[in-house]
């Protein structure tokens, strides 16, 4: 970054330095903010808010950082973080009223249990005093509010209660906000199976490594309802504010939302750097159709700790971002984590069910849940020795309870950052990531001493029993059960790769032959294999080459079953149009794309649907395109291998599917666009709207370019186009020249409709851009917003 220029006299040399200058330099001193007494804090701490929303947090010591972060996000998001309580805990009734005691029901089955002085151990020697002091920022907040009611976000006066104190405990607690999507395709690939045999599961996801999923003994396949999952998706899902008349969410944008989560991340070694130090970049796809955003940035500076970066709002340290000497990102690892276990139940006492040569009592618990406007009911729980008990089938004698490693201690998702944060090189990073828990999660990282790598981590289980792989439900007899969990060390990372850079896109990742096993389902291999193109094909790489990486619309997919099309012709006019169409699209799913919006019609809603109803049948294939996300690499290696996948006339089977889908999606591209495809637009279908969860103010609708394929990633809901799942947050680093890096949050720092940042970044996002990730205080002082002050309250 430039320094900054001298101060000139003149009102003519003034405006040309201003119109000149960089924009640390057209900083003026930020009027001073506001002064909060504070209760509970040991000493003042500064509170800088920059002109793009972040805060950056100056505190004498730890405990009074991590106080103030809880009092700031209080500030910033206190109503994203009290319904975020309130559904993890199962307090929503109480103030939403009965309409909300099934899922506060369902959200009591999934907490943590177990012993709490394990569960605070396993966040190392900061961890209990982190959740302790972020607790009571938040409650000092909470309470200025009660002696300032003018501030209150306006949310709650619209729903009428008031915002919750909170107990440290109740950021380790809740466990349902990050488990992960397995179980929906272990009942899915059950539904093909009773459908239409063994053999088709290998049209719902391909597996690697390669693998042919098998019916554990003793499970009848058709045994698992339709509905089986109904409880655990209660418990899994976010609040809809239906009772108030606000806005809710559909099943299919919450099924898009549990399949397609992912993320980018890489690091590039300083012999691939123009600048001779190593770039850190990450972009992790989160719900995208909602605001505030999933993560949220700062700065958290204290003597011997300074942190900046993003991190779930609800919990305290930064989970993404740097120190002083190393940076660090993260990629979903989809660990199976989860299995569904089906039981036999005593015909004559539903409360025991099967195990071993005998019954086994469930353990049944009792829960008070309170409801607004009525009277207290009692939650019925029960556990079996796996887990809680999602649905009871009377009529058959059958329970079903999910196994999950959300339930051991240290799995509250991604506070085991606090065991990294500060790390100095990359062993103490490792050391410090043994302990990780939930999510399963990739690490990257890069040194100031010029170092890069990867870890992986996250509780793997050690499944017992022939044939256990994970990829079924299993009776609940005890032949299937988990032997504890492989060590994190156990799992392959890489140091300075031979590369010179490491990428991560939720890809399969496991050397040959590696004893560990941690899932055999994962995302698709296209965003990795176009990243690792553009990284070795550029050397001399920057950060400003690293954030036009993550913006990268090239869809992989496209380019591989457009080789199938442009060598067809039809005499229909529509067919023909269409052809015509794709012969000339480059793949790129830009905003301005006529050729995009016709691809990622026809694919996501008319090709996999053929393509299923050719391969199985229609029950199964009627199951199978239900899934939502559809695995295109199976459709692409059945075209090109067409009499292996599609019979001996396999190859005109293929170009008929192309061929009678196609005019089908050409006519409702054209019934929303016009006639004329010239002046067709991806982006005149594909948009984004970040939803307030009580119906306003949205942000959007916003044109927007990407894909299911692509980098820059856009899942879509497959009827409305509108993005539900995407990089709202994006940072890259430049490792050791902290101030040199950038990143972005949209639509604002802010969750508050009132704050000047609750929207002030979505056109910079929809743009493409970026803002300076500030680090020097000096930096900071010259681009600030606002200054606020935290001081001990007296007496």
């Not at 890809?507 to 590696?514: A, E, L, S, T, V």
Request: charged residues 20%; hydrophobic residues 40%.
């Amino acid at each position: 970054m430039a320094t900054r220029r001298p101060v000139v006299r003149g009102l003519l040399l003034a405006l040309v330095v201003l119109c000149l200058a960089p924009v640390h330099a057209l900083a003026v001193a930020a009027p001073a903010g506001p002064r909060y007494p504070v209760a509970g804090l040991h000493r003042p701490v500064d509170l800088l808010v920059d002109k793009w929303g972040v805060p950056h947090i100056y505190a004498a010591d730890t405990s009074d950082l991590f106080f103030a972060q809880g009092f700031n996000v209080a500030r910033d998001r206190l109503f994203q973080i009290d319904t975020w309580r309130r559904r993890g805990l199962g307090l929503l009734s109480e103030v939403l009223g009965p309409s909300y005691v099934e899922q506060d029901r369902a959200a009591r089955l999934f907490l943590y249990r177990g012993d709490m002085d394990a569960e605070w151990a396993s966040y190392g020697p900061e961890g209990r005093l982190a959740a302790t002091r972020f607790a009571e920022g938040i409650n000092s907040y909470v309470d200025w509010l009660g002696r300032n009611p003018g501030a209150l976000p306006p949310e709650f006066g619209k729903l009428g209660y008031q915002p919750a104190r909170w107990r440290p405990q109740d950021v380790v607690r809740i466990r349902t906000h990050a488990i992960g999507e397995n179980l929906m395709w272990e009942v899915a690939r059950a539904k093909l199976v009773c459908l239409a045999g063994p053999g088709a599961s290998r049209y719902l996801r391909s597996l690697h490594p390669a693998h042919e999923a098998a019916v554990p003994a003793g499970l009848d396949p058709c045994s698992v309802p339709d509905d089986v999952l109904k409880v655990y998706n209660l418990a899994t899902a976010g609040v809809s504010f239906t009772g108030s008349g606000f806005r809710t969410q559909d099943a299919a944008t919450k099924d898009i939302a549990d399949a397609t989560a992912g993320s980018n991340a890489w690091a590039i070694g300083p012999g691939r750097a123009a600048s001779g130090r190593p770039i850190l970049a990450n972009d992790p796809h989160r719900g995208a159709d909602a605001l505030p955003s999933g993560r949220y940035l700062a700065q958290l500076s204290a003597p011997g700790l300074n942190l900046a970066g993003a991190g779930e709002p609800w919990n305290p340290g930064i989970a993404i971002g740097h120190n002083e000497n190393i940076a660090f990102g993260l990629t979903n690892l989809p660990i199976d984590q989860t299995d569904l276990y089906v039981y036999e139940l005593d015909p004559a006492d539903h409360t025991r069910y099967r195990y071993g040569t005998g019954w086994e009592r469930m353990t049944t618990v009792a829960e008070p849940i309170g409801v607004r406007g009525g009277t207290p009911v009692t939650g019925q729980l029960a556990f079996t020795r796996h887990g809680p008990v999602v649905k009871v089938d009377e009529a058959a004698h059958r329970a079903f309870a999910v196994r999950t490693a959300w339930t051991q201690p240290g799995s509250a998702a991604y506070l085991g950052s606090l065991n990294y944060q500060r790390a100095r090189n990359f062993g103490e990073f490792t050391a410090g990531m043994r302990q990780w828990g939930t999510p399963g999660s990739n690490l990257a990282y890069a040194d100031v001493r010029g170092n890069i790598g990867y870890v992986p981590a996250g509780l793997t289980p050690r499944r017992t029993g022939a044939g256990y792989d994970g990829l079924l439900p299993v009776p609940g007899d005890g032949r299937y059960d988990w032997n504890g969990f492989h060590a994190n060390s156990e799992l392959p990372g890489q140091y300075n790769p031979a590369a010179g850079f490491f990428a991560s896109a939720n890809d399969f990742n496991i050397p040959p032959g590696h004893p560990v096993v941690s899932n055999y389902e994962w995302q698709l291999p296209y965003r990795k294999q176009r990243i690792d193109e553009l990284i070795t094909g550029r050397p001399g790489a920057t950060v400003a080459d690293s954030l036009a990486l993550q913006q990268d619309e090239k869809s992989l997919v496209a380019t591989q079953l457009l080789g199938f099309v442009r060598g067809l012709s039809s005499a229909d006019p529509d067919t023909a149009r269409a052809l015509e169409l794709l012969r000339g699209y480059d793949g790129v799913a830009s905003v301005d794309s006529p050729g995009a919006a016709l691809f990622e019609t026809w694919i996501m809603k008319y090709l996999h649907y053929v393509w299923a109803h050719a391969v199985l049948p229609q029950a199964a294939a009627d199951a199978l395109v239900r899934t939502i996300n559809p695995d295109f690499s199976l459709v692409i290696a059945s075209f090109a291998d067409p009499a292996g996948w599609l019979g001996p006339d396999g190859a005109a089977v293929r170009d008929k599917l192309i061929l009678d889908s196609l005019p089908v999606a050409f006519r409702d591209v054209a019934g929303r666009l016009g006639a004329d495809t010239s002046t067709w637009r991806w982006g005149s279908l594909h948009h984004q709207v970040f939803a307030h969860p009580l119906g306003g103010p949205n942000v959007g609708p916003t044109p927007v370019g990407g894909s299911y394929h692509t980098i820059h990633p856009s899942f879509f809901h497959p009827l409305t186009y509108a993005q539900v799942i995407g990089a709202t947050f994006k940072m890259a680093l430049d490792v050791g020249n902290w101030n040199g890096s950038a990143a972005i949050n949209a639509p604002g720092q802010s969750g508050d409709p009132r704050s000047p940042h609750y929207a002030d970044l979505n056109a910079l996002w929809a743009a493409g851009g970026s803002f300076p990730l500030l680090y020097s205080r000096s930096e900071v002082e010259r681009n600030l917003d606002v200054r606020i002050r935290l001081e001990p309250a007296s007496g």
